[in-house]
């Protein structure tokens, strides 16, 4: 196996396997806060103003695994 091919290939891992937690987590977090609105929905303000901010602290963890994926694809790690 050549050198580019290994860089691919952990590429590839790092992007896929870096988008699998922050899609399952992205799921859970919708799915929890429209269960609580439906719950509780004088607390619906506080409970979408914490599911964004869930939803964007798991969105930058693909954005992490997508830049070191990016990063090894082109050889500078």
Same mark, same amino acid.
């Given at each position: 196996?050549?050198?580019?091919?290994?860089?691919?290939?952990?590429?590839?891992?790092?992007?896929?396997?870096?988008?699998?937690?922050?899609?399952?987590?992205?799921?859970?977090?919708?799915? %929890?806060?429209? *269960? +609580?609105?439906?719950?509780?929905?004088?607390?619906? $303000? /506080?409970?979408?103003?914490?599911?964004? @901010?869930?939803? %964007?602290?798991? *969105? +930058?963890?693909?954005?992490?695994?997508?830049?070191? $994926? /990016?990063?090894?694809?082109?050889?500078? @790690?």
């Amino acid at each position: 196996m050549s050198d580019k091919a290994a860089q691919l290939i952990g590429m590839a891992l790092a992007i896929g396997l870096g988008a699998i937690g922050p899609g399952a987590g992205i799921g859970i977090i919708f799915g %929890a806060a429209i *269960e +609580a609105m439906g719950r509780n929905p004088e607390a619906e $303000g /506080l409970v979408r103003t914490y599911m964004f @901010l869930g939803f %964007a602290l798991t *969105e +930058a963890l693909f954005i992490f695994g997508l830049v070191f $994926g /990016l990063l090894i694809g082109f050889g500078i @790690l």
